[in-house]
């Protein structure tokens, strides 16, 4: 049995679950809605205020799906109560970020600057010009456009600049001066 899997998903005050048919489940909750299409292999159901996910049969597909769908739905549910936060930080002389409007404006070391439109359900927040927060309910959108942005300017390993994660840990090599 999954150890993950086999795990039952609470379900906090003011969230609410329902399953609709052909595995379709829909959490709603105070930070908004999220839906997603479950495997048929998998099966949903609701006891005592918490979601139980098990699986009808113990193909190896079957049980690669077991923990993950347990997973996912225990990341919509916490998304709908508290909401999912990425930081990214800011490295390098002249590297800075601004908000103008909706728009993310990324002044990188390049000829001109990138502007980035996040999608509708994603806020962006930069408390000051070398930090970047990437907000939002679905936990998969959020790693995505915090990874979509990092990739603007990915650190690099002999000065450490770039933009990286929070307590993401860059791997310094010496230069060529250290060789002789």
Known sequence: MSRIGKL?????????????EN?????KG????????????INVEIKDNQVVVTR???SKFSRSLHGLTRQLVANMVE???????KKLQIIGVGYRAELKGKKLVLTLGYSHPI???????????????????????????????AAK???????EPYKGKGIRYENEYVRRKAGKAAGK
């Open 23 to 27: 595995n379709f489940i829909v959490v």
């Open 115 to 145: 502007i980035f439109s996040a999608p509708d359900s994603i806020t962006i927040s930069t408390p000051s010009q070398t930090e970047i927060l990437v907000s939002g309910i679905d936990k998969e959108l959020v790693g995505l456009v």
């Open 149 to 155: 942005i990092r990739s603007f300017r990915k650190p």
């Open 56 to 58: 009808n049969d113990d």
């Open 8 to 20: 039952p998903v609470p379900i906090p005050e003011k969230v609410t679950v329902d399953l609709q």
């Open 79 to 85: 998304g709908v109560a508290k909401g999912f936060t």
């Open 30 to 41: 105070p930070k908004g809605q999220l839906q997603r299409q479950l495997h048929p292999k």
